[in-house]
């Protein structure tokens, strides 16, 4: 059994002696899977504290839609609230639900605007609506009128992403209400859509836009920056930010350094290693040819488990890569549902078996590498890690 192997195979929860690493596991038994998916729930809390370190005095919350961007939404909420995050941001009221039964203090926003028929739901759970058209307010209203609920909402304002929010104009004829002792809004918000881009004219516009607006909401918390937002600068600061996929290890500052810690790891069990003639293809659509004699490795992940199709390599496209015996191989061939194949033809002999692991995102190939390799983005790839892993918590 290779020596990575049974190391996770070892006792996951040890006691708690002051100096032991806490780790939980989640998921169908290590020897059963076809991966193994390791989360660092430290390095995801040390991303935030150092976000919020970043953008002092402002609040630091954190948006955890998304299963927390693919690595367990229960996971990160109980590791961020304990860190003391005060303000979660989720996606639908699904996610806040689960968000609520381990994470009863901080507030929690849903983003995907006030679904019709569904405000008592937010009363039961004490969670927040993004409200995101005048008709959502009118029905938000409607219903903490009707029973007298107070728990606030968000207030969305579109500055220039065109896909939810009031307009501009709607927010400075709603500014009024402000003056009411029972206006409800309790954040004021808008996204923007070029933070990526530091230099892009958006960017300016969306700020300038926001602080507009921010004037006829004098006393309202208010919030702009996402992940990259953060890092253009107090301008986009305001009294809230929102990281999300930089909590997770993604670069924030493409192009540049990457000021996060890595927080995944997924390796993948060999079932095979066999050996290819010179001039045979591998795998589906025979879209890759063997140029001299091959030792290909057989791995048990696939993109019905969210590693990508488009990372595979074709006799025209290099796909991504994998870390076999501690060196760096091409992936060879199409990616399937379940199986992907690697290059290990450059490693000595007999350095690679079958029950071994391939890790196909950590050290040097990291979540921007595979995503680079796919021609898509780390968000994707986080997101659709999915839940055949045998998953390990570090620092659970």
């Known amino acids: 059994m290779a020596e990575a192997e049974r190391a996770v195979q070892q006792d996951l929860s040890p006691p708690d002696d002051g100096g032991a690493e806490k780790l939980v ?3 169908p038994p ?12 430290t390095a995801i809390e040390a991303n935030w504290r150092a976000l919020g370190h970043r953008t002092m005095p402002a609040e630091c919350a954190a948006v955890i839609k998304a299963d927390g961007y693919g690595c367990g939404i229960e996971q990160v909420a109980v590791t961020l609230a304990q860190a003391g995050c005060k303000t979660f941001f989720v996606a639908d009221l699904a996610e806040a639900k689960r968000v609520r ?3 009863p203090e901080p507030a929690i926003y849903v983003l995907n605007t006030l679904v019709p028929w569904t405000a008592a739901s937010y009363a039961d759970i004490h969670a927040r609506p993004v409200i995101g058209s005048m008709v959502e307010l009118a029905e938000w209203d ?139 293809t591998v795998g589906y659509d025979a879209a890759w040819t063997a140029k001299r004699t091959t030792r290909i490795a057989v791995a048990a992940v696939g993109y019905a488990d969210g590693y990508l199709r488009a990372a595979s390599a074709s006799d025209k496209t290099p796909g991504a890569d994998a870390i076999v015996a501690g060196k760096r191989c091409p992936l060879a061939g199409r990616v399937s549902m379940d199986l992907l194949a690697i290059d290990v ?52």
Not at 30 to 41: C, F, M, N, Q
Request: proline share 5%; net charge neutral; with cysteine.
């Open 345 to 396: 033809t450059d490693l000595p002999d007999n350095t690679v078996r079958r029950g071994d692991l391939a890790t196909l995102i950590g050290g040097e190939m990291t979540v921007d590498a595979v995503a680079g390799a796919a021609g898509t983005i780390g968000y994707e790839v986080l997101t659709g890690l999915g839940r055949r892993y045998h998953r390990v918590y570090r620092g659970a």
């Open 101 to 103: 039964k381990v994470a």
């Open 30 to 41: 290590v020897a059963e899977a076809g991966g193994i998916l390791t989360v660092d729930l």
């Open 142 to 280: 409607a219903f903490c009128a009707t029973n007298g609920w107070r728990g606030g909402a968000a207030l969305h304002v579109d500055t220039g992403m065109n896909r939810l929010g009031i307009s501009v104009s709607d927010a400075a004829a709603l500014a009024p209400r402000i003056r009411s002792e029972n206006h409800g809004i309790t954040l004021l918000m808008s996204h923007l859509a070029c933070a990526e881009q530091p230099e892009h004219p958006l960017n300016a516009r969306q700020i300038g836009a926001f602080r507009e607006v921010r004037m006829f909401f004098r006393g309202i918390p208010s919030s702009l920056a996402n992940s990259s937002g953060i890092f253009l600068g107090a301008t986009a600061h305001c009294d809230v930010v929102r990281p999300g996929v930089a909590l997770y290890g993604v670069n924030p500052t493409p192009g540049q350094n990457n000021p996060m810690r890595s927080v995944i790891e997924l390796q993948a069990h060999i079932v095979q290693v066999r050996s290819v003639p010179r001039g045979e």
């Open 25 to 27: 596991t989640t998921g």
